[in-house]
Nanobody, 121 residues
Framework: QVQLVESGGGLVQPGGSLRLSCAAS????????IGWYRQAPGKEREAVSC????????YYADSVKGRFTISRDNAKNTVYLQMNSLKPEDSAHYYC??????????????WGQGTQVTVSS
């Protein structure tokens, strides 16, 4: 089955860390630029970060710059989002998707089901 599957979400206290994973099955993730999006209830979907396919160049929204790190392991067919110094406003459903760089705009291709991140004390 061709799909993206996210994992790693959960409940964490403010200041804590989580690492999200985006695993591809049925296709080779290395050929695609992949991005992370998030959406909280009542808010617009926001592009958080993305990584190119060719040279691994990374891009971040201002709201997460310096706290989040995107990376990819092509041998594992997986893209990661390391999230540190989490804030309550980072709470959202996080999705990974095929995107275009450097805009991180969804390209209309692969899109996962998402994983929930809740930052609360």
């Amino acid at each position: 089955q061709v799909q993206l599957v996210e994992s790693g979400g959960g409940l964490v206290q403010p200041g804590g860390s989580l690492r999200l994973s985006c695993a591809a099955s049925g296709f080779t993730l290395a050929y695609y630029a992949i991005g992370w999006y998030r959406q909280a209830p009542g808010k617009e979907r926001e592009a958080v970060s993305c990584i190119s396919s060719s040279d691994g160049r990374t891009y971040y929204a201002d709201s997460v710059k310096g706290r989040f790190t995107i990376s990819r392991d092509n041998a594992k067919n997986t893209v990661y989002l390391q999230m540190n110094s989490l804030k309550p406003e980072d709470s959202a459903h996080y999705y990974c998707a095929e995107v275009s760089v450097p805009t991180c705009r969804y390209s209309g291709g692969y899109w996962g089901q998402g994983t929930q991140v809740t930052v609360s004390s």
